[in-house]
């Protein structure tokens, strides 16, 4: 899809729900009109049940999961609305790959999981876990701004850009935990520091794997000053078994 053509559905779905499921267009008759029809929302797997204290991913038991025993992230809680797993993981691939109108589709579930979360957001500001320029430059947009600017729109609350990243982390799948930790350490900078300071800050992104990259944020966004940190994406890696 062109750059102008998904801009211009983007300000569609922006206004208002469209007549069509947003992942596999079938017509919609019910009103008002939902995003996705019944098939689509029950493809995508919610997290729900056991969820860790900490980051929020889905757990084998009530409690704190495995990655956050072993190392607790800078943020101070986190939370997804779905399990990143066969069709979330499919829809949320192809809202990196020139289909940015899905942002709105994720947006909306995340800020009523946000909402649910029952966070002290009263003054915070929104941003995002920035794509390197290259990677933005390539895709034509970065999908974290996208979510963020629907978040923020969903939740009444200003979003502000406060990031560069600095570096290029290497692919991060095949790493284990704390190799994800060392990968991403000093890549990204906080450029925007009075619009965090002293404020709460609702940090997005689209996945959650082991949370590390939320984690630097979160810590560098605390080194500008801000007082809370708080870690919304689209979906997280469950806990292994």
């Not at 493809?43 to 607790?72: F, P, W």
Request: aromatic share 8%.
């Amino acid at each position: 899809m062109k750059l102008s053509a998904w801009i211009e559905r983007l300000k569609e779905r922006w206004n208002d729900h469209g007549y069509t499921c947003d992942l596999c267009g079938a017509e919609l008759f019910s009103y008002p009109q939902p995003r996705l029809c019944e098939a689509c929302e029950k493809s995508l797997l919610s997290n729900g049940n056991h969820r860790c204290d900490v980051c929020g991913r889905a757990t084998v038991t009530e409690g704190v999961c495995l990655i956050c025993k072993r190392a607790l992230p800078a943020f101070d809680k986190g939370c997804s609305p779905l399990v990143y797993h066969g069709d979330t993981a499919g829809a949320i691939n192809r809202l990196k790959k020139d289909n940015a109108y899905l942002a709105l589709t994720f947006a909306e579930k995340m800020a009523e999981r946000v909402r649910q979360e029952g966070w002290d957001l009263a003054e915070a500001v929104v941003t995002f876990v920035p794509l390197s320029k290259e990677k933005r430059r390539i895709r034509g947009y970065d999908q974290a701004e996208e979510l963020a600017k629907a978040v923020a729109k969903f939740l009444a609350l200003p979003m502000r850009d406060v990031f560069v990243c600095t570096g290029k982390k290497d692919a991060q799948k095949e790493l284990s935990p704390l190799e994800r930790r060392k990968n991403v350490e000093g890549i990204y900078r906080v450029v925007e520091r009075k619009a965090v300071k002293g404020k709460s800050v609702l940090l997005v992104d689209d996945i959650m794997t082991t949370g590390a990259t939320g984690s630097e944020c979160a810590s560098r966004l605390k080194r500008a000053g801000a007082d809370k940190v708080y870690f919304v994406t689209a979906a997280s890696l469950p806990e292994r078994k």
